[in-house]
């Protein structure tokens, strides 16, 4: 079961003095610091970032209650809010307004990431005004109103900022409204609207999650995936807004994974400096004294920890049985390489029935990516052969995620194993290479030639040199380069000769002289090269057979068994003699 | 072995071919007598009937037959005192031509051939003079017919040392009686030709993209079928996959090609039992149905019984139900081991599994192959006929021959030039080298034949006046621009 949680806490938290009477704890979300203020600044402010370069230590006079601290970008000005009315740069510096707008507002919520400040305005409070920061100005964005449950009479302030959040996902910016169930408005469980918000244009309803249950909830990004924790079940819920549900309306997304808790995470007990010996104590999940922060900021003040939110990807691979779906999830995940290369093994040591059309569509949505890729890389390619100069914005060189799994990933992690493994048959191997080798022409890719190989390698070990010559007939093996339009003669012996190689550089000297036996070729062949491939394996049976193979050839087109000068084989025969003696040499037939 | 109402034509009887002059006649080559028979069966004198096992036409008089069969013994004996490992194949006469073959130890299958012949009448009353053309048929042609009905009796009965062990000689008499009986009148000898000797496969041409889909269907139903351990996938008859050795699909394909689908394409053009009706599996529409096995699966009578044939493996043989299962133009063979008895239930898993997805396969390979056609341009009567084989993967195409039937095969060239392309080919079989062999027919034709590494190409060229040098650079130009996307095949 453990297997199972597929959020975890990340390992290196940072930590401070936890939160108490004589402590306070401020978070600022633009520069991810945490402040302890112990009375007020007298006795210490310890400003803690996300890493120890951010950390900051120093005194300042208790000038009575401090409600908000935060550091200028770079921590050059620091800022003090000890009334709701006026704020305290330590340093004396002046301040200009530059603009000004007047709306009544009842709350407000900024996005550091994007620079968009979001306004709660009119009675109700569900109307938001939008502002976004540029470069010194500031300017107003088009308002949209949110939907409430009910509509309260008499109208009264009915959406809380607790239940708004803006975050970014798949570089988008959202507005998440956090709509609770209501027994009047006959909606039986909780909802999360996400709200697009474009940087130009008006803001649409665009996505709604079904939570399918009701309570308290709190909400975070990871990985573009909006994660909901709902605190009385003490589990969280991943959703993908990417992810199509068949059975549902367009944009209506039902959790991707089943709702698990957040891995268990244990605290040592002497705090930040860790004893090994020291045993560690569970710590408590879902407390009611943490605060979450967008977009995937936990923090514990009472523990004095600050975690960051991690979606682990190899439990989800359980979890989540349509494999299709599960690699729809997967190729949108930052740290997905491995993981997927997991799952393809896994299905391909299934040996279950029907298990080649899963790999058919796991394969077709691998290349997908992968095609996706190579198009972006040689576009831009093609930009930068042109010139810089057209084109007013320079083009970015495509970005290569891990989803973008290639053939050699393919090859390395997955096929080549997967073709020594015992047990799996010929035919299911040979079906599953077949499979991507289609997979990949259907998406226009070039086949690299070490996936032929492993298909000759597989046919010829089974003898089944038939399926070969049908495969190279309709020039399955052969690369995608336009064929030589000449006599055929030369082409197809090139492909032999191709095969030939392959087999010997891979030490498969009896497939190899097997092969060019079942093509009619084996009159033809230079023996020197099946003797020195015999000859590095360092078997002595092989290097015996081959050379017997070679000593009848040349007794039955030349009525002797021993080699022409032309062919090179002197050492050969020297070094047959050295392992079985002069006497084992063919002799010519008396006539 | 069956045979259509259609393909049924009395053997022996001579086909008026062509008038040449007042009344005159030709006469084909025709089946004279057929006979399989093993010599240690009646090694005593007054026993010689025992050593008979099958005896085509069967109302011959037994001490004739004992006396033909005694000539055969006695000159396969006597040349064998001349090469021992090959005795004699054939034996040429003026009025016919015998065939030996001894595909068993010890048993042989003799096949007399009547020579082709010109009856001139005469005046006055006179019995009219008979003039046999005994060179005018070839042993290659003829020994690779033979061959032929050896194997197609294997392929549907096993070996006869199988029936031997199975039964002793009643049960091999038996079979051949069942088998011969109706397989000799299928026989079309006067249109046997070069492409009997080749026995190659035509080979459908197509895409990567579509040939690998075809791969993935067959892969994804030997998957779900576990008990199908062979398919073999046709289109338009002509080959596409085989997972079947080479030889025993040359067999089958021969079987399917030239018996099978013509049985079931002649009530299809006359419009009885039209396949165009299209059943329902699940919500997909499909044209799929059995060629072998039940006709129809809703008849609750039913049977589910499918031809059996013997396969190579290793040294022994492997026996399998054959069915064959076509949509539209696409045909499915699939090959289940025999000890398996076949459900009602199986065949509906088949049908509703294969036949939707045929179907769209089928229409898949169709609109293929029209952007193919459309794109190598429209069909143009060309200057010249040829035919291909490669011996490696028995690759065949020949523009010569037309659409074969169950009853004949017919060429659109005149038999004289059929009869030279048999020769050049007897050449080429002498000699291991790669030789090129150019002749001036008696007509306004060229023939040329080419043959390297393990390639045959035969090209009949009509070209008034032109020479040797003009005609080889006319066959030079041919193969690098026409056969292009003939040779795309291999």
């Known amino acids: ?591 | 072995y069956e045979v259509s109402a259609a393909g049924v034509c009395c053997a022996g009887i001579s086909v008026p071919r062509m008038a040449t002059g007042m009344q005159e006649k030709q006469y084909t080559p025709s089946l004279l007598s057929f006979f399989i028979y093993n010599p240690s069966f009646g090694p005593r004198e007054g026993e010689e009937e025992k050593k008979i096992l099958f005896y085509h036409p069967c109302d011959v008089e037994k001490n004739e037959k004992i006396r033909n069969v005694g000539l055969c013994e006695a000159i396969v004996q006597f040349t064998r005192t001349f090469c021992p490992t090959k005795p004699a194949k054939s034996l040429h006469t003026q009025k016919n031509r015998q065939f030996f073959f001894e595909p068993e130890d010890n048993f042989w299958i003799v096949m007399v051939v009547r020579n082709p012949m010109i009856e001139k009448p005469n005046k006055d009353g006179k019995p009219p003079t008979i003039e046999y053309q005994e060179e005018e048929i070839l042993d290659t042609v003829y020994g690779a017919v033979l061959r032929q009905c050896y194997s197609m009796y294997k392929l549907f009965n096993g070996t006869f040392g199988r029936a031997m062990e199975a039964g002793g000689v009643e049960l091999l008499t038996q079979k051949l009686e069942k088998f011969f009986y109706r397989y000799l009148q299928t026989l079309h000898l006067q249109s046997c030709d070069l492409l009997d000797v080749f026995g190659g496969i035509s080979f459908f041409p197509l895409d990567k993209m579509t040939y690998l889909k075809i791969q993935s269907f067959v892969n994804r139903v030997e998957e779900s079928l576990s008990l199908v351990k062979y398919t073999a996938f046709l289109y338009n008859d002509q080959l596409i996959w085989s997972g079947l050795e080479q030889d025993d699909m040359r067999i089958l394909y021969k079987y399917l090609t030239t018996s099978l689908f013509p049985r079931h394409s002649e009530p299809e053009l006359a419009g009885r039992d039209s396949p165009l009706r299209p059943e329902v599996a699940g919500n997909l529409l499909h044209y799929g149905r059995f060629l072998t096995g039940p006709a129809n699966l809703k008849d609750p009578e039913a049977k589910f019984r499918f031809p059996k044939i013997f396969v190579n493996k290793e040294d022994s043989y492997e026996e399998l139900h054959l069915i064959v299962y076509k949509a539209m133009s696409a045909a499915a063979c699939f090959m289940i081991s025999a000890s398996v008895e076949l459900t009602r239930e199986f065949c509906e898993q088949l049908d509703s599994l294969v036949g939707p997805q045929l179907t769209l396969l089928a229409s898949d390979i169709c609109e293929q192959f029209n952007i193919n056609r459309r794109i190598s341009g429209p069909d143009k009567e060309p200057q010249f006929k040829f035919i291909y084989f490669n011996h490696m993967n028995l690759a065949e195409k020949s523009t010569i021959h037309m659409r074969k039937t169950a009853s004949v095969s017919l060429t659109s060239v005149h038999p004289d030039l059929m009869k030279i392309l048999g020769d050049i080919n007897c050449d080429f079989a002498r000699v291991d080298e790669d030789e090129e062999i150019i002749v001036k027919a008696m007509t306004d034709y060229w023939v040329v034949g080419k043959k390297s590494d393990q390639r045959e190409l035969y090209v009949i060229l009509n070209q008034k006046n032109a020479n040797l040098i003009e005609v080889n650079e006319e066959v030079k130009r041919l193969c690098a621009t026409q056969f292009n996307n003939i040779f795309f095949l291999d």
């Not at chain 1, 799952?343 to 059309?357: A, D, F, N």
């Not at chain 1, 992690?413 to 493994?421: C, G, W």
Request: glycine share 4%; charged share 20%.
């Open chain 1, 1 to 591: 079961m453990s297997d199972e949680h597929y959020l975890e806490l990340c390992d290196n938290p940072v930590q401070f003095e936890n939160a108490s009477s004589v402590n306070n704890v401020f978070f600022d979300e633009a520069n991810k610091q945490v402040f302890a203020v112990r009375s007020g600044g007298a006795t210490g402010v310890v400003v803690k970032g996300p890493d120890d370069k951010n950390s900051v230590a120093f005194r300042m006079d208790d000038k009575g209650e401090v409600k908000c601290i935060k550091f200028s970008i770079g921590n050059k000005i620091l800022a003090v809010q000890r009334t709701s009315k006026s704020v305290v740069f330590p340093d004396k510096r002046s301040v200009k307004l530059l603009k000004s707008q007047s709306i009544n507002v009842n709350w407000y919520q900024y996005c550091p990431e994007t620079a968009v400040i979001l306004l709660s305005t009119t009675v109700q409070g569900n109307v938001l005004q939008p502002f976004a920061f540029r470069s010194g100005t500031m300017s107003k964005m088009s308002k949209f109103e949110i939907e409430l449950p009910v509509v309260p009479k008499p109208a009264k302030l009915s959406l809380s900022e607790r239940d708004i959040a803006m975050a970014t996902i798949y570089g988008q910016l959202y507005v998440m409204y956090l709509k609770h169930h209501s027994r009047t408005a006959n909606s039986p469980s909780a909802e999360v609207v996400l709200y697009h918000l474009p940087r130009e244009g008006a803001c649409k309803k665009s996505h709604v999650l079904k939570l399918n249950t009701t309570g308290k909830f709190a909400l975070n990004i990871v990985d573009n995936l909006v994660v909901v924790h709902h605190q009385s079940s003490q589990t969280s819920l991943i959703f993908d807004i990417r992810l199509r549900e068949p059975d549902c309306a367009v944009n209506t997304h039902q959790p991707v994974l089943p709702a698990r808790s957040i891995h268990p995470y244990r605290i040592p007990l002497s705090g930040p400096t860790v004893v090994p010996s020291q045993p560690a104590v569970p710590c408590q999940l879902y407390s009611s004294s943490w605060s979450v922060f967008q977009p995937d900021i936990i923090i514990s003040a009472s523990e004095g920890y600050l975690w960051y939110l991690q979606v682990k990807l190899p439990p989800t691979v359980n979890l989540l049985q349509d494999k299709g779906k599960l690699m729809d999830f997967l190729l949108r995940r930052r740290d997905c390489k491995m993981v997927i290369l997991s799952v393809c093994s896994q299905i391909l040591e299934g040996g279950e029935k029907g298990s080649l059309p899963v790999v058919a569509t796991v394969f077709d949505k691998l290349n997908q990516v992968y095609k996706e890729y190579l198009e972006a890389e040689q576009t831009y390619t093609l930009a930068m052969e042109s010139g810089p100069s057209r084109g007013s914005a320079a083009q970015k060189r495509p970005v290569r995620t891990q989803a973008v799994i290639d053939q050699s990933d393919m090859y390395t992690h997955v096929l080549s194993a997967f073709t020594e493994r015992k047990g799996v048959s010929h035919k299911f191997i040979i079906a599953v290479l077949m499979e991507y080798i289609r997979s990949l022409n259907q998406f226009q890719i070039t086949v690299q030639h070490y996936l032929y190989e492993l298909v000759i390698k597989t046919l010829v070990q089974h003898n089944l040199f038939y399926m070969l010559h049908q495969f190279l007939q309709y020039h399955v093996l052969s690369d995608s380069k336009p064929l030589v339009r000449a006599t055929p003669q030369p082409r197809l012996s090139t492909a032999n000769d191709e095969i030939v190689e392959v087999l010997l550089s891979k030490q498969q000297v009896l497939g190899a002289l097997r092969f060019i036996r079942s093509v009619g070729g084996h009159d033809n062949v230079s023996a020197r090269k099946f003797l020195d491939a015999a000859q590095q394996t360092g078997d002595q049976m092989l290097f015996y057979t081959v050379f017997r193979f070679f000593q009848q050839r040349n007794q039955r087109l030349r009525g002797n068994p021993a080699f022409n000068p032309g062919e090179h084989c002197e050492e050969h025969v020297v070094h047959f003699k050295q392992l079985f003696g002069e006497q084992a040499l063919m002799k010519p037939a008396t006539v």
